[in-house]
Every structure is written in C-alpha cells, then in structure tokens.
C-alpha cells in the first residue's frame, strides 16, 4: 500500500489541512475539497483511491455526495459526522458508504480507519482470476464481478453487503459473532462498531426474505448470524 490518493472532502479548512499533513507523512497523496459540488468534479478529474467525506458542506451535502459517487463507482467512502448520532451513521452505511467517523477524531485512528478499508477494497483485485461465487436455490453471489443475482435477476447490492453476504454464504450453518464479521469482512477490530454489520444485515434481509425456504439468513440471539441452509 503506497501512494494511494485520498480526497478529502470538508468545509473546514484546519481539518483538511492536518488531515493532508499526516496522509502525506504517511505516503498518500491527499487532495482537498471543501464545497460539495466541486467535490464531485474533483472525484472525476482525480479518480481517488478513497473520499473521506463530511457531511455538513456548503452545496452539496455529503449524504447526496455519497449517493452520485455509488451511482457510477464503488470508490471506497468513509462519511466523517460531527453529531456522532446513530441515524447519521446508519444513513452512511445504507447510502454505501464503507465506514465513518466520529468527529472530534484522532487523526492516528483517521489514518488506520483509512488503511483498513483500503486493505478490504484492494483484496478481491489480487485474485480475479479465480471466479469467486457461491450458489443456492434461487441465489447467485458473484464476487469476481461483484454481482448478487435473485431468482436469476441481477439485484443491485453495496460491495460490503455483497462481501458479507458472500462470506457467510461461503460457510453455510457457521454461526460468527459481530466481531468476527467486522474483522473477518471490513478488516479491523478495535475500530469496529457492531451496529455496522446489523444495518449490512438488514439491508441484505430486504433483498432477500422470502426467496427460497431452502436457505435463510438467520440471526442467533445473543451470538450472531449465519446463513442456513435446510
């Protein structure tokens, strides 16, 4: 991992700049925006590797940001709030987003937040040429082309929820704890939250309840989940 660039998108400009500071001591290249709109012609004309993205900006908000870049790439995207409220995080997640963070932030965990998420969007490229699918009765998870297929039609599916979904369907009947899906399918531990994986989980149950009674994405109270097959 070297090199990479990051653009940060935040209307204060003495986060941006301690921000690029330190990602380029660490040797990204960083890349600052601080109005919504010029954010999404920056995402564009520089292509980043990763947008870290607020949400309170002027033109544009990041929530609407996030739903433009989803419409045309699966660029990872970790949304920075200032209310740390739960609705703000969950909204993040639901618009596709990879992560977020909590602000007031230290910019060591920005700095490993970051990593982490580059670490997981970067694995499933150093093996496309060994197909990646697993198959069910009326299920098809891909992630070679990162395709989720329902009753044989093409669902459109987040990369994280299609990388979990993929993991679990992988190990049939295996139940995993919050955090083994945190570390095993985002890649971090300390970081995690694991409200992540239940709204990941969610979304994924809208897709799929009800498809088939010979498998079923099942919740274990008190452990986790598993996808079961019958």
């Not at 419409?71 to 618009?95: C, H, N, R, Y």
């Not at 098809?140 to 395709?147: A, G, K, P, R």
């Not at 669902?155 to 945190?182: C, G, M, W």
Request: hydrophobic fraction near 40%.
């Amino acid at each position: 991992m070297a090199n990479e660039r990051i653009l940060i998108v935040d209307d204060d400009s003495n986060i941006c700049e301690l921000l690029r500071l330190y990602f380029e001591k660490d040797g990204f290249q960083a890349d600052i925006v601080t109005d919504g709109i010029k954010a999404l012609e920056a995402f564009e004309t520089l292509k980043p590797d990763l947008v870290l993205l607020d949400i309170m900006l002027p033109g544009m908000d990041g929530w609407q940001i996030c739903r433009e870049i989803r419409k045309t790439s699966q660029t990872p995207i970790i949304m920075l709030t200032a209310k740390g409220e739960t609705f703000d995080k969950v909204l993040g997640l639901e618009l596709g987003a990879d992560d977020y963070i909590t602000k007031p932030f230290e910019t060591k965990e920005v700095i490993a937040r970051v990593k982490a998420v580059l670490r997981r969007s970067a694995t499933p490229d150093t093996n496309k040429s060994t197909p990646k699918e697993v198959a069910f009765d009326k299920l098809s998870i891909n992630l070679t082309n990162y395709e989720l297929k329902v009753d044989g039609k093409a669902i459109d599916t987040p990369p994280k929820e299609l990388e979990l979904i993929f993991h679990l369907a992988s190990n049939p009947n295996r139940v995993y704890t919050r955090d083994q899906l945190l570390d095993e399918v985002w890649g971090f531990e300390y970081y995690g939250d694991s409200r992540t994986v239940d709204v990941h989980v969610k979304r994924l149950r809208e897709k799929l309840e009800g498809v088939s009674e010979k498998w079923e994405l099942k919740t274990v109270w008190g452990v986790g989940y598993k996808f079961e097959t019958k």
